[in-house]
């Protein structure tokens, strides 16, 4: 039988795909096995756990919303979980989204517009990068935390019609950080919004694990959170004031257009939100995780480039170079993804190790082991 790739209108993708695995750039599906993954975004640990509900049986929420939320997929789980979420980080309002992409690539079209400029970090994350172009609005890309390239954009734009700042608090491939209350007087001063992704640090930074915001004691106009990183389960948010969840509600076309999530899930997320507010010894013991594996990569002079945190970025530069080294790390027992082009600029191809809470010391220094043994300067 052929397949409908061969003839016809898609018979190019073979030649693409050939042309990814001859880059090695070419994306297939993991195959693990029984190897100590150490490249999820389960900070605390929590993703493994059933779904946290000890009520009664007869109270537990549908499994599904069964429509939109604007049509008939309206439950009061979500309308607890988002009061729970706005509690957490210190905003007014939030609105639930069925993933993170959803609620950027919804976002941003919904505030801005042709006659708008968006001043986006270099690195920011696919789905802000998306929620740019859909939104139609001039883009400025500026140099990855450069202050004084974001102020530059702003004072050249100051005729345009609104002004937005867009960031990731904590960035998914640097495991670095912007100066976010120097970026929060930027815009006061230029009146812009700021609006901060702070997908992978809520549950990881702050009192309670509210994020880097709430770290730096800097309130964002806008702040998008996730459900599947600390939180461990699916799905994500925006939050601020009563207004902007009004105006997402009505024109945030991820949200408008898709199915609510299960209202199961979202009675759980409400538990977890808690689980996350009281797990400060999780907190503790990712920090010492991280500062140990730090310490034992810096002994064997492995490129670290400034990051922070649970995400330990290890930039080799060269995509082949990546891929060799997730393969020997897989051989010997750790599952570490090698991210390459387009995710990363080219020439920065990385080993991209996270860490979680629940690491034991044993799996701590069998990673140490696999990584020692890859990353040695080969023999001449």
Same mark, same amino acid.
């Given at each position: 039988?052929?397949?409908?790739?061969?003839?016809?209108?898609?018979?190019?993708?073979?030649?693409?795909?050939?042309?990814?695995?001859?880059?090695?750039?070419?994306?297939?599906?993991?195959?693990?096995?029984?190897?100590?993954?150490?490249?999820?975004?389960?900070?605390?640990?929590? #993703? +493994?756990?059933?779904? =946290?509900?000890?009520? &009664?049986?007869? *109270?537990?929420?549908?499994? @599904?919303? $069964?429509?939109?939320? /604007?049509?008939?997929?309206?439950?009061?789980?979500?309308?607890?979980?988002?009061?729970?979420?706005?509690?957490?980080?210190?905003?007014?309002?939030?609105?639930?989204?069925?993933?993170?992409?959803?609620?950027?690539?919804?976002?941003?079209?919904?505030?801005?517009?042709?006659?708008?400029?968006?001043?986006?970090?270099?690195?920011?994350?696919?789905?802000?990068?998306?929620?740019?172009?859909?939104?139609?609005?001039?883009?400025?890309?500026?140099?990855?935390?450069?202050?004084?390239?974001?102020?530059?954009?702003?004072?050249?734009?100051?005729?345009?019609?609104?002004?937005?700042?867009?960031?990731?608090?904590?960035?998914?491939?640097?495991?670095?950080?912007?100066?976010?209350?120097?970026?929060?007087?930027?815009?006061?001063?230029?009146? #812009? +919004?700021?609006?901060? =992704?702070?997908?992978? &640090?809520?549950? *990881?930074?702050?009192?309670? @694990?509210? $994020?880097?915001?709430? /770290?730096?004691?800097?309130?964002?106009?806008?702040?998008?959170?996730?459900?599947?990183?600390?939180?461990?389960?699916?799905?994500?948010?925006?939050?601020?004031?009563?207004?902007?969840?009004?105006?997402?509600?009505?024109?945030?076309?991820?949200?408008?257009?898709?199915?609510?999530?299960?209202?199961?899930?979202?009675?759980?997320?409400?538990?977890?939100?808690?689980?996350?507010?009281?797990?400060?010894?999780?907190?503790?013991?990712?920090?010492?995780?991280?500062?140990?594996?730090?310490?034992?990569?810096?002994?064997?002079?492995?490129?670290?480039?400034?990051?922070?945190?649970?995400?330990?970025?290890?930039?080799?530069?060269?995509?082949?170079?990546?891929?060799?080294?997730?393969?020997?790390?897989?051989?010997?027992?750790?599952?570490?993804? +090698?991210?390459?082009?387009?995710?990363?600029?080219?020439?920065?191809?990385?080993?991209?190790?996270?860490?979680?809470?629940?690491?034991?010391?044993?799996?701590?220094?069998?990673?140490?082991?696999?990584?020692?043994?890859?990353?040695?300067?080969?023999?001449?």
């Amino acid at each position: 039988m052929r397949s409908p790739s061969d003839v016809g209108g898609l018979s190019f993708l073979r030649a693409e795909l050939e042309a990814l695995e001859h880059g090695d750039l070419l994306r297939q599906r993991p195959k693990v096995g029984d190897a100590l993954v150490l490249c999820s975004n389960d900070y605390l640990g929590y #993703a +493994a756990d059933p779904l =946290d509900d000890p009520r &009664a049986p007869t *109270v537990v929420p549908p499994s @599904g919303a $069964g429509a939109s939320r /604007l049509v008939s997929g309206e439950h009061p789980a979500h309308v607890e979980l988002e009061r729970s979420l706005a509690r957490w980080v210190g905003l007014e309002a939030a609105l639930i989204f069925s993933s993170g992409y959803a609620a950027n690539v919804g976002l941003l079209p919904a505030l801005a517009g042709e006659a708008d400029v968006i001043v986006s970090d270099e690195l920011n994350h696919a789905s802000i990068i998306d929620g740019c172009r859909l939104s139609r609005a001039r883009v400025v890309v500026t140099p990855h935390l450069d202050l004084a390239a974001v102020e530059r954009a702003l004072a050249a734009n100051a005729t345009a019609r609104r002004r937005f700042v867009v960031t990731e608090s904590y960035f998914s491939m640097d495991g670095d950080a912007p100066p976010l209350a120097e970026l929060r007087s930027l815009c006061d001063a230029y009146g #812009a +919004a700021l609006i901060v =992704d702070e997908a992978h &640090a809520l549950g *990881v930074f702050g009192a309670g @694990g509210r $994020g880097r915001c709430w /770290l730096e004691g800097v309130v964002p106009d806008v702040l998008v959170g996730t459900l599947g990183k600390a939180i461990g389960l699916q799905g994500a948010f925006v939050a601020g004031s009563p207004d902007l969840e009004a105006w997402l509600w009505n024109r945030a076309r991820s949200f408008v257009f898709s199915t609510g999530i299960g209202p199961a899930l979202a009675a759980a997320a409400v538990l977890r939100v808690e689980r996350v507010l009281a797990d400060d010894l999780g907190r503790a013991r990712l920090d010492e995780l991280a500062s140990r594996l730090r310490s034992e990569l810096r002994s064997m002079h492995a490129p670290l480039h400034g990051s922070t945190g649970p995400i330990v970025p290890i930039v080799v530069g060269d995509a082949r170079r990546a891929v060799e080294l997730r393969e020997r790390l897989l051989a010997a027992g750790v599952y570490v993804q +090698a991210i390459r082009p387009p995710t990363v600029p080219e020439g920065t191809s990385r080993l991209r190790v996270t860490l979680h809470a629940r690491l034991s010391d044993a799996e701590l220094e069998r990673a140490l082991g696999a990584l020692r043994l890859v990353l040695a300067p080969r023999h001449r």
